[in-house]
């Protein structure tokens, strides 16, 4: 994919985590990042060029805070809980690790398709297309920030290659309109993790809610009066 392309050669780390795959094919090719690990969740790992752990994106098989770049290729768009497969990223992405979400434009001529083809069960129509605003949103809670997204693929999803190479002017359009409006589109955010500074405490006196002067002792005491000695 070319947006992969031009993004992942500027994300460093020692681990690079990609969670689900796209018919086999190679995503991570162009990333200068040398460990690179996919946790399959399906059966399609005949061709994987990696190593790959068999797992769930809702139960990550991967230690927390481990991992520098997490991919998820269209995983959330076929997850059963996606807030728990979010939060599985969250956890196993060190402190400013980066997250990449490719997804569908349920707001496009891929959500347009998608309406007439879904009942194909076929990939991609089968999946269940999430807008923009709303994965944001779930990051945000989660606290990612540095949100940036990238759109791409303003033609149809035709079939037919000579459409589809006839129409490659309109893809060159897509790079001055707003990722919204794109077929698919890439989002980058950064995990951040809230430090606490311990703030040295201010110490006054306590201030009084009522002024009042102290009170005296309730009976006073003579000098004239010998003081008690213990044992005698």
Known sequence: MELLNEILPNLFGYHLLQVGS??????????????????????????????????????????????????????????SRVHDTLREAQRV??????????????????????????RRRGAPWKGRFLGLARVKDWLALLGFDDL??????????????????????????????????????VVVATKRVATMTPARPRWQPRRRLVAVSVAGPSARVHSSHPRSRCGG
């Open 22 to 79: 796209i018919a086999n094919a190679d995503l991570l090719s162009s990333s200068r990042i040398l460990h690179r690990v996919l946790v399959a969740v399906d059966d399609e790992t005949a061709q994987c060029p990696y190593s790959y752990l068999q797992g769930s994106p809702e139960a990550l098989p991967i230690a927390s805070d481990s991992v520098d770049v997490l991919l998820l290729p269209h995983t959330l768009e076929y997850a």
């Open 93 to 118: 992405l060190v402190p400013e690790g980066r997250l990449l979400v490719l997804g569908f434009n349920p707001w496009s001529w891929f959500g347009v398709w998608r309406l007439f083809l879904r």
């Open 148 to 185: 940036t997204v990238k759109g791409h693929f303003l033609r149809p999803p035709l079939r037919s290659e000579s459409v589809m190479h006839r129409l490659q002017s309109v893809e060159r359009l897509g790079h001055h309109l707003p990722p919204y409006l794109m077929g698919a589109y």
